[in-house]
């Protein structure tokens, strides 16, 4: 840092050295004052000391750079000369405040010190000079309260005990002197009594911090401009940080302002607002206030603040004075500037305001946090209004938001105060709440009996399906974002928690222990599954509502910006209405195996038991030939509720195992019905067992061991699509063949294919049958070979579940005894460290490595086929950060569950605008390959 670096940034008197897009600089707090300052809006003069000081002060052992001081000094002497006052001039002293203002709100670091200035010296000159002893008195004991509580104990690192900290001191000597003199709130408080008060305060702050309260006014103003610096690294901010994802390495402004009051009297007051509703996002100015207090009554909720105005008054507040009503000459001036802030900012604005004897000053402002209605609400309006565009709009609501309208969440309300057990990976979206279970013919029972029940397993699998399906909520120990439980539950939208670890599941006592306690089943639970959040007992819930026509116009916005294409993982008819209601073009994937697990599965999981427990080709063909009329039906509903979209169909791609009961009840229930032994049944599924299932027989492998299956399942496909074509409907199938690591297998397929499709267009008298035939990416062999696989495959589908377990040789159902261990991003002190991995790979795509594997695939791909067809279907299809690289790499669509399909559309726009160039060309061609399906 040289001599000429500009440390401090002058606003007042209708000039501001800053503007508001210097916020890495200025902070949010200092960029938007200079921003108010320059647009005429009256606010009192101040500067910004920069981050940069705060980035150098912790560079250089918490010194300053040399040329802080003067820079300082002579800010100060501006301030002085608009105000007309001297800072320490007893006779018309100038007071300021101190706020610290990071790049991003950060609610729980802010440290504010109000009243600096105030010393025996000037004291009584402002008291002669305001006439108002009663206002001093009370401003000084604001300042001895936050001066030794910010800077003289929490930047000086002293930790007190519970409750022994010194503000909590003070506040309790103050309430022993209300007590005394019979005060119920502070403003009972007379001048006399505030000045012995303040007598009995500076004793306090010598007894609990051993040292006087400052009385130089220089010395209250760097102590509290160190304060700021030094609470950027205080526990609560590095926490704050932590939690929203903020780089340590901003730093925070320091904001020295002159004081203004609105503790002056009964024409004083102080208030926050918002220009629309924060929680509805109705667009009316909303607010509260307080007459004769300064901005921390409103907010420390010690007294009752009156509603802004008469239209927003609630049951609660009916009684109170509306600013309004009190004041309407300042009311109106409010609004007037409530309206510039709107039109200038284009966004809902978080505003603070102080009233000095009938005069208006603004304090503060930024952009308001909202709820996810409000902010879908907020982004449609103001883009019907014309005060946005559309691309403005899609990126004024979060996924996070997004997902807060699409399901039933727990109250908000309820999760502040409720006790949290344990902490797990957020599998599944929304809130439920219900009674534990641990087995799945339990969930069933007690489902059936109209309980909400939370299904509660070490881990799940196919066999649970029922009692997943009956569950509110699924609750596992283990696994990963792909494991069985978290697909599946994604998959219905349902509420879902998946490795949990701190859970010690007992199926058999039915019981489930964490953290010294015992719970048993019928226990109530809540789970937030958007979080991955355990809570103790039934919290309340809330429910979405289904047909928001905001969200269907935001949304529709959301489509007329993205260039990606966004299709559903969806396996039944009923998962492709729900794709359907949610705005999928197409399914992505259709996982044939789920037609066996689930209702009405018992017979097509027998015939598919007999066809795998078959000895001959023969018996298969058998066997696959009772099983074709199901998987037909089941294929035809799919094709017929996607009319006119295209449904990715994959051929059966778990290894056979999976499908034979291992328990020995319904392995002698299955022999019996075949006509065969318990010990036959046995040996195939010995046979059938392998050390690796999931890099074994499985996928195409299938396939090409069994052509008889795969055959039944292209001709189940082929003739569902002509059927429906006979019946006046469009059918658009897209075979795809899973686990593929070489062209030869595709080649071997296309061969069996080719084979039936000329058997199924005669029978039907066709001259030509429409669909695609293409594979699964999902082996790193496969990307790498990407070229030579294009010369068969129609399209790509990237399989990034089984990729990322390939690429990083990591079990996707069974990360959790170490994963942690590779998040961890903080040490046992509790300082920063660089985690192992920036992410769970199986939630966001590695784009160093698994994404680099894509790239690679699809760049190869095109080098054959340029107009290859290219999408997602691993659980990142649905992950917006995920979706951000998809977009970037050139992908048609991502394909995800129907639930998700809302955020992808939206994360796809917001991608869309972030890439976008500056100024897009007027007339675009569309590329080939470049649809929206
Ligand atoms: C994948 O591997 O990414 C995929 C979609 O297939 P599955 O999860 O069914 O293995
Ligand atoms: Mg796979």
Same mark, same amino acid.
């Given at each position: ?14 000039k501001?050295d +800053? =503007?508001?897009?210097? &916020?890495? @600089?200025?902070?949010g707090? /200092? *960029?938007?004052? !200079?921003?108010?300052v ?19 002060y912790?560079?250089? +052992? =918490?010194?300053?750079? &040399?040329? @802080?001081?003067?820079?300082? /000094? *002579?800010?100060? !002497? ?37 009243n600096?200035?105030?010393t ?14 009663r206002f001093?008195?009370d ?5 001895i ?27 309790r ?25 303040c007598?009995?305060f500076?004793a306090k ?11 130089d ?9 160190g ?30 302002q002159a ?25 009316a ?8 207090a300064?901005?921390?009554?409103v ?11 008469v ?6 507040t009916e ?10 000459a300042v009311?109106?001036?409010l ?49 019907r209004?014309k ?5 403005a709009?899609v ?7 997004l ?8 109250d ?7 006790r949290?057990?344990a ?16 087995t799945?013919?339990d ?13 509660c ?5 196919p ?8 569950a509110a ?9 792909t ?6 539950a ?16 007992s199926?058999q ?8 306690q015992?719970?048993?089943e019928?226990?109530?639970?809540s ?5 991955g959040?355990?809570y ?20 529709a ?21 729900i ?6 073009a197409?399914?992505g994937?259709?996982?044939?195996e ?7 599965a ?10 795998i ?15 074709y009329?199901?998987?037909k039906a ?9 009319d ?18 291992q328990?020995?009840?319904?392995q ?5 019905a ?10 195939r ?10 890099m ?30 006979a019946?006046g ?6 075979i ?9 297998e595709?080649k ?42 294009a ?7 990237f399989?990034?579940?089984?990729m ?50 894509v ?16 999408g ?29 399909v809302p955020?992808?559309r ?5 991608i869309?605008v972030?890439?976008?160039?500056k ?6 061609t ?8």
């Amino acid at each position: 840092m040289t001599k000429a670096t500009k440390h401090v940034y002058f606003f007042g008197a209708g000039k501001a050295d +800053g =503007r508001a897009d210097m &916020k890495e @600089l200025l902070g949010g707090k /200092g *960029a938007n004052l !200079a921003e108010m300052v320059n647009l005429g809006i009256p606010v009192p003069a101040g500067f910004t000391i920069t981050t940069g000081v705060c980035t150098y002060y912790y560079e250089h +052992g =918490r010194r300053y750079p &040399k040329a @802080l001081p003067a820079q300082v /000094g *002579a800010a100060m !002497a501006r301030i002085e000369k608009i105000m007309g006052k001297k800072f320490g001039d007893p006779s018309d002293p100038l007071l300021v405040s101190c706020r610290s203002g990071a790049r991003a709100s950060m609610p729980s670091m802010m440290e504010t010190v109000l009243n600096i200035g105030l010393t025996s010296a000037t004291i009584p000159g402002l008291i002669a000079l305001t006439g108002n002893a009663r206002f001093v008195w009370d401003a000084y004991r604001r300042l001895i309260m936050m001066y030794s509580d910010v800077v003289m104990e929490k930047a000086a690192g002293l930790e007190p005990a519970e409750d022994q900290g010194v503000r909590k001191q003070l506040e309790r000597v103050m309430d022993q002197v209300k007590r005394q003199v019979g005060a119920k709130v502070d403003t009972d408080l007379g001048a006399d009594q505030l000045e012995t008060l303040c007598q009995q305060f500076r004793a306090k702050v010598q007894q609990v911090i051993g040292k006087p309260f400052p009385d130089d006014p220089q010395e209250q103003l760097w102590g509290a401009v160190g304060a700021v610096f030094q609470s950027w690294n205080g526990k609560r901010a590095i926490s704050y940080r932590r939690i929203e994802g903020i780089p340590d390495f901003w730093g925070t402004a320091t904001n020295v302002q002159a004081m203004v009051f609105g503790n002056m009297g009964a024409d004083s007051a102080t208030g926050v607002a918002f220009t629309r509703n924060p929680a509805t996002g109705e667009d009316a100015f909303f607010g509260e206030w307080l007459t004769n207090a300064q901005g921390e009554d409103v907010v420390a909720g010690i007294r009752t603040p009156n509603p802004l105005n008469v239209a927003t008054k609630s049951e609660h507040t009916e009684h109170l004075k509306s600013l309004e009503e009190a004041m309407p000459a300042v009311y109106a001036r409010l609004v007037a500037i409530r309206n510039r802030l709107e039109r200038h900012y284009r966004d809902m604005q978080d505003i603070e305001f102080t009233i000095e004897r009938g005069k208006l000053w603004m304090l503060q402002t930024r952009t308001g946090k909202r709820t996810g209605t409000a902010a879908v609400r907020m982004a449609v309006e103001m883009m019907r209004d014309k005060l946005i565009r559309k691309e403005a709009a899609v990126t004024r609501v979060t996924p996070a938001q997004l997902d807060e309208l699409l399901h039933r969440i727990l109250d908000p309300k309820a999760e502040k105060v409720a006790r949290v057990l344990a902490k797990g990976l957020p599998a599944g979206p929304g809130g439920a709440a219900g009674r534990l279970v641990f087995t799945a013919p339990d969930a069933v029972a007690w489902a059936e009996r109209g309980e909400p029940v939370v299904l509660c397993r070490e881990e799940t699998n196919p066999e649970d399906v029922e009692g997943m399906r009956a569950a509110a909520a699924i609750l596992t120990a283990r696994g990963g974002m792909t494991s069985h439980a978290a697909l599946v539950a994604r998959g219905w939208g349902k509420c879902c928690i998946v490795g949990c670890g701190a859970l010690h599941v007992s199926a058999q006592d039915k019981t489930v222990s964490v953290s010294s306690q015992t719970l048993a089943e019928g226990d109530w639970v809540s789970l937030n599954g958007s979080r991955g959040i355990l809570y103790q007992g039934k919290l309340a819930t809330v429910d979405p509502d289904p047909e928001n026509p905001m969200l269907v116009e935001f949304l529709a916005a959301c489509d007329k910006v993205r260039r990606l294409g966004v299709r559903a993982n969806a396996d039944s008819p009923k998962d492709a209405a729900i794709a359907r209601k949610f705005g999928a073009a197409g399914i992505g994937l259709l996982r044939t195996e789920h037609m066996f697990y689930g209702e009405g599965a018992d017979q097509p999981l027998f015939l598919l038991r007999k066809m795998i427990l078959s000895n001959t080709p023969e018996e298969r063909r058998a066997a696959c030939a009772e099983l074709y009329p199901f998987v037909k039906a089941d294929l035809k509903g799919t094709l017929a509720a996607m009319d006119g979209l295209p449904v990715t169909i994959r051929l059966l791609d778990p290894p056979l195992h999976e499908f034979v009961p291992q328990d020995e009840a319904k392995q002698k229930e299955l022999a019996q019905a075949l006509g065969i032994t318990l010990q036959d049944v046995r040996n195939r599924a010995e046979g059938l067992h392998e050390s690796n299932p999931m890099m074994g027989h499985r996928g195409v492998r299938l396939g090409v061991t069994y052509p008889e299956v795969s055959e039944m399942q292209v001709r189940a496909i082929l003739e569902a699509a002509a059927e429906l074509r006979a019946e006046g409907k469009k059918a658009l199938p897209e075979i795809m063949i899973p686990v593929t690591c070489t062209v030869n297998e595709l080649k071997d397929q296309q061969a069996l294919i080719g084979k039936v499709k000329a058997e199924v267009m005669k029978k039907f008298g066709l001259k030509r049958l429409d669909f695609l035939v293409g594979t699964m990416i999902e082996i790193p062999r496969a990307a790498l070979t990407a070229n030579r696989m294009a010369e068969v495959a129609e399209f790509f589908s990237f399989g990034t579940n089984d990729m990322t377990q390939m690429g990083f040789g990591f079990s996707r159902d069974d990360i959790g005894s170490f994963m942690p261990a590779y998040l961890k991003d903080r040490d046992e002190n509790d300082q920063k460290i660089t985690p192992i991995l920036p992410a769970d790979p199986f939630q966001t795509l590695d784009i160093e490595g698994v994404g680099e594997l894509v790239r690679m695939g699809i760049e190869r791909g095109r080098a054959t086929r340029p107009n290859l067809k290219v999408g997602i279907c691993g659980e990142h299809g649905g992950d917006p950060a995920s979706i951000h690289f998809c977009h970037q790499v050139g992908m048609n669509y991502v394909s995800c569950s129907p639930f998700r399909v809302p955020i992808a559309r939206l994360a796809a726009a917001q991608i869309a605008v972030k890439d976008a160039p500056k100024k897009p060309a007027k007339k675009r061609t569309r590329k080939a390959g470049k649809s929206k399906k």
